[in-house]
């Protein structure tokens, strides 16, 4: 059960507990915003019992509806819950550093030698298992946002419309729209509608010639945390735009570069800006870009906070976070299918899923551990194919 005084809108832990919690996440949560939402759940819903499952899809809802990376803002939401305001610093801070100083490690070796190693053993072996752990957590959110067959079929539409290349964001605000209307125009009950409820290397290119200040440089990151919706890939685009197209001083090489770093490192993408900032003005640029980019989610999430748990008490807004709930269900369910597409492809990552599903749900073992193991794996296959035959 959640606890009461969690339950009562009062934080009744500790922030020690928070910022450990966040660090080890931070330096073990792999494949982007989803997974780190389905390690979050097994976390703090499952072992701990901090929140139960109607208050973090709530929180994943009301996260989706704000700009800025998405499980970034969820860690932000959890430590609130659990301690307040200094929670709230505390979850996030602690979750976006580890990736910030592995992240700053790849830039300085880039910088510095020109090439960056691309992980792919290591992803190999992670990806079968970040499948499975969102799997989980898709099945378990599940049962809470699809509460009749409007909600499931939100769901279901979410996931194809977003296979096809449907904007994330229209696809949450159609699904809000939705149950808003049908809720709101079609009586409790009618038509069966459930009533509310509470391998290589990447080299370096030379980079461009033009440079940045470092007030321009936080003004671009700070711009791009501010109104960034969607992936990594839609970060791609916006810094394309900024710093390769307009200012000149990003090579397009470097660009992907540091988005393929913020893939591959563990915790949120939007670590990119801190390579980004190193590559452009070394660790000054680091600290500026970084604090730039994740410094209007800590402002968002603040200020959604003292509103959050009052909008399941509203019927209309009720109606429209679980029409959010269940689109932003559907999204991760796609994200999980392609990245099913990717991972799983031959016996040894057939068998890694296979067993990470059955330590999930027999065993219970945490999901920090899997991530590492399925990464010991590649890093073994790999090393297993290298040797000559």
Request: charged share 10%; proline share 4%; net charge negative.
């Amino acid at each position: 059960m959640t606890d009461p005084g969690t339950e009562a809108g009062e934080p009744r832990g500790s922030v020690a507990e928070v910022g450990g919690l966040f660090t080890r996440l931070g330096f073990t949560a792999f494949g982007g915003p989803a997974a780190h939402i389905a390690m979050m759940h097994d976390e703090v819903v499952i072992r701990r019992q901090w929140l139960d499952d109607q208050r973090f899809l709530d929180m994943i809802g009301v996260t989706n509806l704000i700009p800025g990376p998405n499980s970034t803002e969820m860690a932000m939401h959890v430590g609130h819950e659990r301690a307040g305001w200094r929670g709230l610093v505390t979850a996030g801070a602690s979750f976006i550093l580890p990736a910030v100083l592995i992240v700053l490690a790849f830039a300085w070796a880039y910088v510095e030698y020109g090439d960056t190693p691309s992980g792919e053993a290591i992803l190999y072996g992670i990806k079968p298992v970040v499948v499975m752990i969102v799997a989980q957590a898709l099945i378990k959110l599940g049962r809470s946002a699809l509460k009749g067959w409007l909600t499931a079929t939100i769901g279901v539409a979410a996931t194809a419309a977003y296979l096809v290349g449907i904007n994330e964001l229209a696809l949450l605000a159609l699904g809000g729209a939705t149950v808003l209307i049908v809720r709101t125009t079609i009586k409790p009950g009618v038509l069966g509608i459930a009533p509310l409820a509470a391998g290589g290397w990447i080299t370096a290119q030379a980079a461009a010639t033009d440079q940045i200040s470092l007030g321009r440089l936080f003004l671009v990151f700070l711009k791009a945390g501010a109104f960034l919706y969607g992936s990594g890939y839609v970060l791609l685009a916006f810094l394309q735009n900024d710093l390769v197209d307009q200012l000149g001083v990003l090579t397009q090489d470097q660009l992907l570069d540091a988005v393929a770093i913020g893939q591959f490192t563990p915790g949120p993408v939007f670590t990119t800006a801190t390579f980004i900032g190193y590559v452009l003005a070394g660790i000054p640029g680091a600290v500026v870009a970084t604090i730039a980019i994740f410094l209007p989610s800590f402002i968002f999430v603040g200020a959604v906070t003292p509103i959050a748990r009052r909008i399941r008490d509203r019927d209309w807004t009720a109606a429209l976070l679980d029409g959010v709930n269940a689109a932003a269900l559907g999204l991760m369910a796609g994200v999980t299918a392609q990245l099913s597409g990717d991972a799983i492809t031959d016996p040894i990552t057939i068998l890694i899923a296979a067993l990470t599903a059955l330590l999930l749900w027999r065993v219970r073992v945490n999901s920090a551990w899997l991530i590492l193991g399925g990464g010991a794996v590649g890093l073994a296959a790999d090393l297993i194919n290298a040797i000559p035959s």
